[in-house]
T-cell receptor, first 108, second 113 residues
Framework: GQSLEQPSEVTAVEGAIVQINCTYQTSGFYGLSWYQQHDGGAPTFLSYNALDGLEETGRFSSFLSRSDSYGYLLLQELQMKDSASYFCARYNTDKLIFGTGTRLQVFP | KAGVTQTPRYLIKTRGQQVTLSCSPISGHRSVSWYQQTPGQGLQFLFEYFSETQRNKGNFPGRFSGRQFSNSRSEMNVSTLELGDSALYLC????????????FGQGTRLTVV
């Protein structure tokens, strides 16, 4: 199987830290990508993990544990503009398979 | 350079009709993937084209088809439309292989009535 599981919704306040989890099935797995999509917009790439550990890009970090088939996206110092849907996607070399997405709502 | 361009942006069709959507990838990109996005279902992979050849296909009925032209532009076609085909159709381009970093167009919002 190639499905990915994410929570459907997460809420947080400005300035807080939020973690969005993603579990995946291991068949043919090469790496895990994260995408952000604002309402009405196109998904945009945030980060990619091929190896275990943490990748940091500014306020956003992504973590992967291949042994646990698990990853997460960590968003720090949340801003109102971070309200969006976030998708994890497994990279199989021949296609990207996306999770169902997590809707993040940031409140003032 | 210009991004991925999808046309039209919005489309309303009636059940039983057929529809063709277009995607122009980033200049130099030769791989185009198509996805269907519906609420609660995330982005579901339809198919991927490279050098005018379909290399990969998702679990969609044969009513969904596509093609790619020599200039890498791609079209997808849905025949005998059903209400459940109402969705946002996204295409993504990459240089040669579907990449961990895909560049998406704004999508075509299809409504079937």
């Amino acid at each position: 199987g190639q499905s990915l599981e994410q929570p459907s919704e997460v809420t947080a306040v400005e300035g807080a830290i939020v973690q969005i989890n993603c579990t995946y099935q291991t068949s043919g797995f090469y790496g895990l990508s994260w995408y952000q999509q604002h309402d009405g917009g196109a998904p945009t790439f945030l980060s990619y993990n091929a190896l275990d550990g943490l990748e940091e890009t500014g306020r956003f970090s992504s973590f992967l544990s291949r042994s646990d088939s698990y990853g997460y996206l960590l968003l720090q110092e949340l801003q109102m503009k971070d309200s969006a849907s976030y998708f994890c996607a497994r990279y199989n070399t021949d296609k990207l398979i996306f999770g169902t997405g997590t809707r993040l709502q940031v409140f003032p | 350079k210009a991004g991925v361009t999808q046309t039209p942006r919005y489309l309303i069709k009636t059940r039983g009709q057929q529809v063709t959507l277009s995607c122009s990838p980033i200049s130099g990109h030769r791989s185009v993937s198509w996805y269907q996005q519906t609420p609660g279902q995330g982005l579901q992979f339809l198919f991927e084209y490279f050098s005018e050849t379909q290399r990969n296909k998702g679990n969609f009925p044969g009513r969904f088809s596509g093609r790619q032209f020599s200039n890498s532009r791609s079209e997808m076609n849905v025949s005998t439309l059903e209400l459940g085909d109402s969705a946002l159709y996204l295409c993504a381009s990459s240089l040669a292989n579907p990449d961990r970093e895909a560049f998406f167009g704004q999508g075509t919002r299809l409504t079937v009535v």
